[in-house]
T-cell receptor, first 112, second 112 residues
Framework: GEDVEQSLFLSVREGDSSVINCTYTDSSSTYLYWYKQEPGAGLQLLTYIFSNMDMKQDQRLTVLLNKKDKHLSLRIADTQTGDSAIYFC????????????FGQGTELSVKP | DAGVTQSPTHLIKTRGQQVTLRCSPKSGHDTVSWYQQALGQGPQFIFQ???????QRGNFPDRFSGHQFPNYSSELNVNALLLGDSALYLC???????????FGSGTRLTVV
């Protein structure tokens, strides 16, 4: 069945790079997403990648997709204390506009 | 341009009661999806509405029902509330068959 898995915690020092990893099972997923959730808030879309791409860069964010291994990663360069939050990986069903399937989230803690 | 608006932000209900949550989609979006996020978990898909019809449904009992209005806004109704229904309920809007989902800040439901 469909499943998305993430490690639960990551702790880094301010200024370092953070890498958050995700694996998914649905090989027909067309879009993969990274969302950020701050305490008590909804989900903020950070970036997304089409399944026919290997990499996407957007300012401090770099997404890498290994479709063969069904592995997605989010790299945050020069991590700041304001980046502390929970990060969710999500895949969409093979049809556009389909439901999103989320991982359980990775809590990123950035220490000064 | 207003994003997705959800109301109320918080509410407390008693077991066995019924609740209605509301969502106004982002301007230009015609599709509304609802997600349940239990504490410490990723969001779980409940259902999706387009053209006032339920288009997809996740693994939730019939106690969960919804509605979409001609102006694209939507309601989520939950009957016979259980303690386990306590969660953050998130609404996401998009264009039909689109890949850009915008989430609201959610409604925090506590069942006592």
């Amino acid at each position: 069945g469909e499943d998305v898995e993430q490690s639960l915690f990551l702790s880094v020092r301010e200024g370092d790079s953070s890498v958050i990893n995700c694996t998914y099972t649905d090989s027909s997923s067309t879009y993969l997403y990274w969302y950020k959730q701050e305490p008590g808030a909804g989900l903020q879309l950070l970036t997304y990648i089409f399944s026919n791409m290997d990499m996407k860069q957007d300012q401090r964010l770099t997404v890498l997709l290994n479709k063969k291994d069904k592995h997605l990663s989010l790299r945050i360069a020069d991590t700041q204390t304001g980046d502390s939050a929970i990060y969710f990986c999500a895949e969409s069903e093979h049809n556009q506009g389909g439901k999103l399937i989320f991982g359980q989230g990775t809590e990123l803690s950035v220490k000064p | 341009d207003a994003g997705v608006t959800q109301s109320p932000t918080h509410l407390i209900k008693t077991r066995g009661q019924q609740v209605t949550l509301r969502c106004s989609p982002k301007s230009g979006h015609d599709t509304v999806s609802w997600y349940q996020q239990a504490l410490g978990q990723g969001p779980q898909f409940i259902f999706q509405y387009y053209e006032e019809e339920e288009r997809q449904r996740g693994n939730f009992p019939d106690r969960f029902s919804g509605h979409q209005f001609p102006n694209y806004s939507s309601e989520l109704n939950v009957n016979a509330l259980l303690l386990g229904d306590s969660a953050l309920y998130l609404c996401a809007s998009s264009r039909w068959r689109g890949y850009g989902y915008t989430f609201g800040s959610g409604t925090r439901l506590t069942v006592v």
